[in-house]
T-cell receptor, first 116, second 114 residues
């Protein structure tokens, strides 16, 4: 079975300190992995994606994530948090079966709070 | 502006009432889908469509119907609303189902069933 686990439901950091949001996936196939961000009362916005190219992926707003196959992880990081980063973050996996398709599987979300 | 448009943004229904949530996209995307978002559960797929005239069930289809008569529109129908359908509903679209570039999401419809 395919799944994605976000290890922390809530993360709180101080402004200017690093951000780490953890995500592990399980997959029998080569996955595509995404991080989406949802600001309060807004839709989901694509932050970054991994699609079997470079394992370190850079996204918008200074976020990046590293695909580690040996650890089945795709953690999201940012060197210095900003107040505007406060939002909910979703790790998402999409699987490809050699050309066939599948549906996105969402993690349960991590709510990031940024303290002044 | 190009994107996914959902209407209404907010809706309150009484148990047993019916309604249709509208979703339209102007990006010529073949794939469209409906998700519901509930606290602590992430997003769960309700129904999806890989093109006009083709629909299929997702993870939580009970109580919902869909149709896809055009590429642009993918309405979600609640035939007899129940309190368990209180949720935030998102419509998403992409060129293909497993689009490596991700999906485009609408801004959501917040539905309360009393």
């Amino acid at each position: 079975a395919q799944s994605v686990t976000q290890l922390d439901s809530h993360v709180s950091v101080s402004e200017g300190t690093p951000v780490l949001l953890r995500c592990n996936y399980s997959s029998s196939y080569s996955p595509s992995l995404f991080w989406y961000v949802q600001h309060p009362n807004k839709g989901l916005q694509l932050l970054l994606k991994y699609t079997s190219a470079a394992t370190l992926v850079k996204g918008i707003n200074g976020f990046e994530a590293e695909f580690k196959k040996s650890e089945t992880s795709f953690h999201l990081t940012k060197p210095s948090a900003h107040m505007s980063d406060a939002a909910e973050y979703f790790c998402v996996v999409s699987l490809n079966y050699g050309g066939a398709t599948n549906k996105l599987i969402f993690g349960t979300g991590t709510l990031l709070a940024v303290q002044p | 502006n190009a994107g996914v448009t959902q209407t209404p943004k907010f809706q309150v229904l009484k148990t047993g009432q019916s309604m249709t949530l509208q979703c339209a996209q102007d990006m010529n995307h073949e794939y469209m889908s409906w998700y519901r978002q509930d606290p602590g559960m992430g997003l769960r797929l309700i129904h999806y469509s890989v093109g006009a005239g083709i629909t299929d069930q997702g993870e939580v289809p009970n109580g919902y119907n869909v149709s896809r008569s055009t590429t642009e529109d993918f309405p979600l129908r609640l035939l007899s609303a129940a309190p368990s359908q209180t949720s935030v509903y998102f419509c998403a679209s992409s060129y293909i189902e497993a689009d490596p570039y991700g999906y485009t999401f609408g801004s959501g419809t917040r539905l309360t069933v009393v």
